[in-house]
Each structure stands twice: as C-alpha cells, then as structure tokens.
C-alpha cells in the first residue's frame, strides 16, 4: 500500500492571533489527534515544547514556547463531544495539564488500543504494519528547544500526528471484531478521569527504577546517590542520567565504595574527573552515616515484590495470578491487560462470591465484571469449599 500522504502540509502556530485563528476549526471537528515534543534529554528542566494537531487533513505545530497561553485550546480538550486520538495519552495528557493547565476528556489511546489486538505498541510499527509507513524516529532524540525548528523536525512532527486518526479507525475496526472496544473505550475512560500526580516533596528513591528490593540501610545511601546527582546536572543544566545512569548507580548502592580505590573497580568511573569522584564518594559516606532510626520506609503499597498479606490472601492472590495467566494466554493478551496486580490485591482482599460481590472491589472495570466476573467468583467459591 503507497501512503497516501507521507509528509503532510501543516501550519505552524508562533502567535497568540494565530492560535484564536484556528480554534473555530477545531471547534467544528468531531474527532482531533494530538502529540507533543518535549525536551528531557538536553536540559535539566523538562520543557514542553511543540503540541501537535491535527482533523484528517489539517495539521497545526502549536509553539508552546512562543505561545504561553494556550488556554483557547481548553474548552476543546474538554469538551465530551470531540473524542481526542493520543498514542500514550497518560504522558500527554500529563504535560498538557502541568504545561497549560489543559485537562483532556472523551480520549482514545492508539497505544493501548494495539495491546488490546495482541500487537507491539509501538507507534513506528503500527504506522508500518497498517499504512506501510516509516516513521524517522532519529528526531525523538533531537532538541525539540531549537528555535527555529528545521524543517526536517517539523515535517517528522506534522507526520507523526497526522496518522492517528487513520490509525484510530483501523484499531477500532479490529477491536470491534473481537468484541474488545468497549474494554477499550473504558479504560480510556478511566484513564481520562484520572488525576495527574506531580511527585513532589519525596525521596527520589520512589522513582528509581528496582528501589523497592533495596534494604532501608542502601536505600538512604541511594538516596543521597539520586541527591548530588540531581544538584550536579542542576548546575550543569543537563538531565540527571549524563551525570551518572542507573546501572551504574546500582553497581555503587551494591558495592557501597567509600575509598577511591573501591570507587575505581567500576570501570566507567576510572574515565570520571578526580573531583567528580570526590563528590560521589563524600555522597555514600553522607548516606551511610545517617543513623538506623532516620533510615527510610520504602511504601508497601510501591513494593515492587509480591505484598506481604496473610496466608489466606496469599493463597488468593496466588490463585488469581494463575488464572490470569491462563485466561491470558487463552486471549493471547497480556495477562495484565486482564487483570492489574493492583486489581489483584483488592479482589484477594474482598474474595467474591457472588456477582453483586464484584460491586465492592475498587477499581475493578465493568468490561471486566461482565467479561470475567462469573469466573473471578467461581474461583473464590471453589476455594472456599477446598477449606471447609
């Protein structure tokens, strides 16, 4: 299949006028797909800097750098009545809200609409596989900062955007196929009423990756690892992972060096400067001399190992991780897509026996209530009967 339009004409929106120029266009539309650009692997700051629009034919290159109030734009964001394509629509919602104050309702998630058909998620394949599409994605990497962008990036932008509409109608047939676009169209749902989490005022531990199997002692030293380095790539206005990466990071939390000659065994920090060293040594030494009762608690409930219930949950939760599997493979979705570990710990904690019982688990879908409720409450009750 020839694409019918691998690089779409778009405008480019620099000025407040333009922007109330465009907004009854978007107002007529029924349906709109929307991007953003963001800068986190050039500077220390997140930076939002390009949103992308686009109704079939049309595409918009919003420039929220040049633009600082995109308000215009929020009435039709949350209007029920224009359903907004994203592929990732957490993250992008997340920026839109925090950047602009923009909230988003009525979405459809391309991303997790391609999990649903059993396919890879992402967008570059599914831009191939469906339209026969190749996507440059080389400009992912770029300073999307530059002012003003080559056309090359706006063109790689414009593209990208421009087919998730097409890409939407595409997803949406199949799932209706198979009986899964209400699934869907729910979790969408509940992913637009989500509220978007800023981390603020925590450890910065809660955010690395593979922290919760750390004991308190390494926690605190890699806290005060995640520390100096964000003070570091701070003053050198750079994003943390050029000061030091996280595999790295775990080699230090593991081994725990406080001389140079231990520091030194890693060998990606023998290219370090002497004064680089320094400072990362000085941040152990200042993690290991906390005292044992300022050590800290990682939360159960961000425990990334099995929680820790009584027996009889245990056995529960136990059970439904095996039927999951099972039903997962049976569909050949994702077992997760089936049921969250989340999902998981409240129906063990609630053990249903009965459909109406389903009413009382938090969190549980109704797609999933119809779907696999019979089964979830069969389950229960079969164990419930090994007991007595």
């Not at 224009?82 to 391309?110: M, P, W």
């Not at 009584?310 to 136990?318: P, V």
Request: charged share 30%; glycine share 4%.
């Amino acid at each position: 299949m020839v694409p019918e339009n691998l690089y779409p004409s778009y405008q480019l929106v620099e000025t407040e006028k333009q922007l109330l120029e465009i907004v009854p266009d978007l107002q007529s539309c029924s349906v709109i797909a929307c991007d953003v650009e963001v800068d986190t692997l050039f500077h220390y700051s997140e930076s939002f800097c390009l949103l992308q629009v686009s109704a079939w034919e049309k595409v918009w290159l919003v420039d929220p750098l040049a633009i600082r109030n995109l308000s215009p734009l929020a009435p039709i964001f949350a209007n029920q009545a224009v359903e907004k394509i994203f592929h990732g629509a957490d993250f992008d919602r997340r920026i839109l809200k925090k950047y602009a104050g923009i909230s988003c309702q009525n979405v459809f998630d391309t991303e997790l609409a391609a999990r649903y058909l059993s396919l890879p998620s992402r967008l570059s394949y599914l831009l191939k596989n469906y339209f026969g599409v190749t996507v440059e994605k080389k400009f992912q990497k770029y300073d999307w900062k530059r002012r003003p962008l080559p056309p090359e990036m706006r063109a790689y932008a414009a593209s990208d955007v421009y087919w998730l509409t097409r890409l939407a109608k595409r997803l949406k047939e199949q799932l209706r196929q198979l009986k899964r676009l209400d699934w869907v169209e729910e979790e969408c749902q509940w992913l637009a009423e989500k509220p978007s989490k800023e981390k603020e005022n925590q450890f910065l531990f809660l955010q690395f990756p593979g922290s919760g199997l750390f004991s308190r002692r390494k926690l605190v030293v890699l806290e005060a690892i995640l520390q100096w380095r964000e003070t570091l790539a701070r003053e050198r206005d750079c994003p943390p992972f050029k000061i030091l990466d996280n595999q790295t990071i775990k080699q230090l939390v593991h081994h725990l060096p406080v001389t140079e000659g231990e520091l030194l065994r890693i060998e990606i920090l023998s290219r370090k400067p002497a004064v680089f060293r320094q400072g990362l040594l000085e941040a152990i030494r200042t993690g290991l001399a906390v005292p044992e009762k300022e050590w800290p608690i990682y939360p159960k409930s961000l425990k990334s190992f099995p929680w820790k219930g009584e027996e009889k949950y245990q056995e529960r939760e136990g059970i439904l991780r095996t039927w999951r599997e099972q039903r997962g493979l049976a569909l050949g979705l994702d077992p997760s897509l089936i049921l969250t570990r989340k999902q998981i710990r409240e129906l063990a904690a609630r053990a249903p026996l009965k459909l109406p019982d389903l009413e009382k688990v938090q969190g549980l879908r109704n797609w999933q209530k119809k779907t696999f409720g019979a089964e979830i409450c069969a389950l229960f009750s079969r164990s419930e009967e090994k007991q007595e």
